[in-house]
């Protein structure tokens, strides 16, 4: 599993973003809107061990790239940490899926539908 941290960089769009990360996340408003003026991570997660909350982490990513919005993002795993681009961890998100489904397909040639 990978644990993510979000910053979202304030701009124009921080009301829609507050409304974004608060469908994710739960937070109170206030709390959101003190994170993007702080510049301290909005979103804190686990991908992969959820498929409905990494579905959500990737929808909130795209919104805010077609909302021309920046974000600063802080993998860790296995004790290391490192920044990335949107980029890569969209197309993160896409290959474990393409290997979650390979793997049920496996699966089912292997055992059948039990």
């Known amino acids: 599993m990978v644990s ?17 990360i608060r469908k994710i996340s739960g937070m109170p408003i ?18 992969f061990s959820n498929d409905d909350y990494t579905e959500k ?7 805010v790239v077609k909302l021309g919005g920046n974000l600063i993002i802080l993998k860790e795993e296995s004790n290391q940490k ?4 949107v980029t890569y961890l969209l197309y ?7 290997i979650s489904k390979h793997i ?11």
């Not at 982490?57 to 919104?63: D, K, P, Q, R």
């Not at 490192?82 to 681009?85: A, Q, R, T």
């Not at 993160?92 to 393409?98: A, D, G, K, L, P």
């Open 92 to 98: 993160s998100i896409n290959r474990y899926r393409e």
């Open 57 to 63: 982490v990737e929808n909130f990513l795209i919104e």
């Open 30 to 47: 206030i709390d959101i809107k003190r994170s993007i003026e702080n510049a301290s991570p909005a979103i804190k997660c686990t991908l």
């Open 82 to 85: 490192e920044y990335i681009s």
């Open 4 to 20: 993510v941290s979000i910053i979202v960089k304030k701009d124009n769009n921080i009301s829609k973003y507050i409304v974004m």
């Open 104 to 114: 049920q397909e496996l699966d089912f040639l292997t055992y059948g539908e039990d």
